[in-house]
């Protein structure tokens, strides 16, 4: 039996692993599962799941977990803190380590379980634009095996040769083509996207993803942190990678090699296929996706992104091309603004002012370790949140 260890088995990465491992009670155990603060669905996910251990990462949301899997006569064992969802990313029943959890939140587990050599499935972002090299050290070091499950970057994964190792460019790859759905405003103006609420900015054509990371896809802010976990997860330069527009969501990335071959990836837009291509990889197992009927789906459209309305990704792409803490700080100045939406205190179109103001200040420093990365994000935070005062885009105080 393979041990799996869910970190972020709340949301929907980890809801979606738990669906793709009940296909396959006789290859896969959940041996622990980890969440921040939702007791009452990481209660029904243990008495469901039957994991060794569950962590809350909030004490108080601990206590309410232990107290309601106690009532429901539950033997899963309940731990709290950030150091008790590290030891999870460590603990030797986990073979596979799913690094669900997102934000700056996730990046210590998810250095943990590469740095003890798990297969580490890999879908907090973060980790990777904050702290991509010390990552791939970890990950060295460790001897993990990294696979992406972004669906992005788990495409061009499953395009490259078998023997890529992580950070790495692939012999003959010319270029990687990054899909973009273009979000729920692709056809809107500029002067509606000014107003839009973050109802509309929520409401993904395509995918069904948390807040933020919706957010984001609206802003192509996504699309810009993509860019920069490619070009650490491939080896790559920023301007090896090219974005492009997919509203279908069907391709969902590609790589072009210099004979001219391009591969790609296609499926339903649907998070079990790279869930399930990561945990059997390099076999594959059921993963209960529609499979693709491409003679009812037609056509597939592919245009360029429209970087005046979009310009959240050029702003990535300069902190890509700047390296160091640039990308930390971006990621939080990001954070802070999107947040600053979804509370209702900053327009959708000051999204990406706010953020370039941000960067302004961002200060060119190496990524030494963690302890820099977390002061970055730390002091990118304050930044923001003094941008988002100055500009009177915060209405009310308690801005997180
Ligand atoms: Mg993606």
Redesign the pocket.
Known sequence: MIGVAILGATGSVGRNTLDVLERHPDTYRVVSLAARSDARRLAELCLRHRPDVAVMEQPDAAAELERRLREAGSATRVASGAGAIEALARDAAADVVMAAISGAAGLRSTLAAAAAGKRLLLANKESVVMAGELLLAAVRAGGATLIPI???HNAIFQCLPPDVRAGERPAGVRRLLLTASGGPFLGWTAAAMARATPEQACAHPRWSMGRKISVDSATLM?KGL?LIEATVLFGVEPRDISVVVHPQSIVHSLVEYVDGSTLAQLSAPDMRTPIAQGLAWPGRIAAGVEFLDLARIGSLEFTAPDRARFPCLGLAEAAARSGGTACAWLNAADEVAVQAFLDKQLNFGDIPGVIERVMNDAPGVALKDLDAVLATDAQARARARAVLAESGGVARSGLA
């Open positions: 972004d669906s992005e996504n993509e």
